[in-house]
């Protein structure tokens, strides 16, 4: 896995293996969302570590995931949605200009920005809904320059803009 392509690696499905080894998917700052196999019994210390985006984990496994825990390499310490069934349809979606939301009922999150603009106008509402910006959601956004944030945002997390060293306005 450290050979994978870690700046743009969103969606992970690992369909078959029984670990994850230490640092696996570390900094992978991209990776939004990850499906583990069924077969999964053991991952690493720090397999996950800032993972920053990882908000939904698909666990088919029989190893014991919680959101906000540090336990099994860190994989749910940013998770917003961990779930069992592999039927279950993800609340991840990308919408056509590249912004990507969480969807989970009343809430939305903006998770990440995956298009090609560097001046950005931030959709005005996710679903309808008011949203928030999630907590790294720009995390090292080198090329983005200028934002629009719209009245539908209704909070902004915590290092939402950190390491965006070319936004000016």
Sequence with gaps: CSALPKNNLQRVVINAGT?????AFRSCHSLIS???SPEMTTIDAAAFSNCYRLAEIC?????EITKGSLDNGCIAQYALNVYTSTEEKSKVMTDADGY??????DSCYLLAYVGEETSLQLPKSCLGKDYVIREYAFYMGGDITAMTIPEGVTA???SAFMRCESLQT
């Design 19 to 23: 670990r994850i080894e230490k640092n």
């Design 34 to 36: 990850i499906t583990l």
């Design 59 to 63: 666990n088919p496994s029989a190893l």
């Design 100 to 105: 990507v939301f969480y969807a989970d009922g």
């Design 156 to 158: 902004i997390g915590h």
